[in-house]
Nanobody, 124 residues
Framework: QVQLVESGGGLVQAGGSLRLSCAAS????????MGWFRQAPGKEREFVAA????????YYADSVKGRFTISRDNAKNTVYLQMNSLKPEDTAVYYC?????????????????WGQGTQVTVSS
C-alpha cells in the first residue's frame, strides 16, 4: 500500500507561482512512476505531468508545457510540481498519483494510488 499526501496549494494571482509537494510512504518510492492530475469543478480529471521512476523521463500536458515542471527526490520520497506563470484556468484540485509501472504518461488507468488532493486557486 502507498499513502500520498499533497501540500503546497493555495490562492495566487495570475502570473504567480506555486510549488506542490507530494510525500509518499509505504512501498519503496523509487520503484514507481509518479504523476500529477487536476480536476476543475464540473470537469473530468485531467493529466498534468508525469515522471519516470528515476526521474529521467518527464511528460506534460500541452496546456502546461513550458510553465510547469515535475521533479522528484527519491531520498525524500517526494515528488514536486513547480507551477509558474499561473493562469485562472489552472484553478483546480491537484492530485498526486503513483504507478507500479516504472514509466507512465497520462492515462488515469495506469495509476494505482492517489492522494486526497490540494486546492489551487488562481485569481485574475
Amino acid at each position: 500500500q502507498v499513502q500520498l499526501v499533497e501540500s503546497g496549494g493555495g490562492l495566487v494571482q495570475a502570473g504567480g507561482s506555486l510549488r506542490l509537494s507530494c510525500a509518499a510512504s509505504g512501498r519503496t518510492f523509487s520503484s514507481y512512476a509518479m504523476g500529477w492530475f487536476r480536476q476543475a469543478p464540473g470537469k473530468e480529471r485531467e493529466f498534468v505531468a508525469a515522471i519516470s521512476w528515476r526521474g529521467g523521463r518527464t511528460y506534460y500536458a500541452d496546456s502546461v508545457k513550458g510553465r510547469f515542471t515535475i521533479s522528484r527526490d527519491n531520498a525524500k520520497n517526494t515528488v514536486y510540481l513547480q507551477m509558474n506563470s499561473l493562469k485562472p484556468e489552472d484553478t483546480a484540485v491537484y492530485y498526486c498519483a503513483a504507478s507500479l509501472r516504472t514509466v507512465v504518461r497520462g492515462a488515469i488507468s495506469e495509476y494505482d494510488y492517489w492522494g486526497q488532493g490540494t486546492q489551487v486557486t488562481v485569481s485574475s
